[in-house]
Nanobody
Framework: VQLQASGGGLVQAGGSLRLSCAVS????????MGWYRRAPGKQREWVAL?????????NYADSVRGRFTISRDNAKNTVYLQMNNLKPEDTAVYFC??????????WGQGTQVTVSS
């Protein structure tokens, strides 16, 4: 299974980006998925998750709640992160992976998001 994140870039504060993560291999529909980020000099942190419960239940870190939206397309084996009202503190490399440590997949390269003030 491989994770390929894309959609990052340079944006001004207040702008928007939409990240995508294509998940190769089987069983995507049964995986709870998450987005994570690693800011310069910091450890990787969890950002958002979407469950495989049929209702696409979501949850968010407090720092992004109300600004970011996670979604999934099971037909395309892809998970998305819509990021609105971006702030300089959102600058990080963004990764997707499963939502639970016990099912974690090898990390992909991630995609760089840079927000200028």
């Amino acid at each position: 299974v491989q994770l390929q994140a894309s959609g990052g870039g340079l944006v001004q504060a207040g702008g928007s980006l939409r990240l995508s993560c294509a998940v190769s291999g089987s069983n995507f529909i049964a995986r709870d998925m998450g987005w994570y980020r690693r800011a310069p000099g910091k450890q990787r942190e969890w950002v958002a998750l979407v469950l495989s419960d049929g209702r696409n239940t979501t949850n968010y870190a407090d720092s992004v709640r109300g600004r970011f939206t996670i979604s999934r397309d099971n037909a395309k084996n892809t998970v998305y992160l819509q990021m609105n009202n971006l702030k300089p503190e959102d600058t990080a490399v963004y990764f997707c992976n499963t939502a639970h440590t016990r099912t974690r997949l090898p990390w992909g390269q991630g995609t760089q998001v840079t927000v200028s003030s």
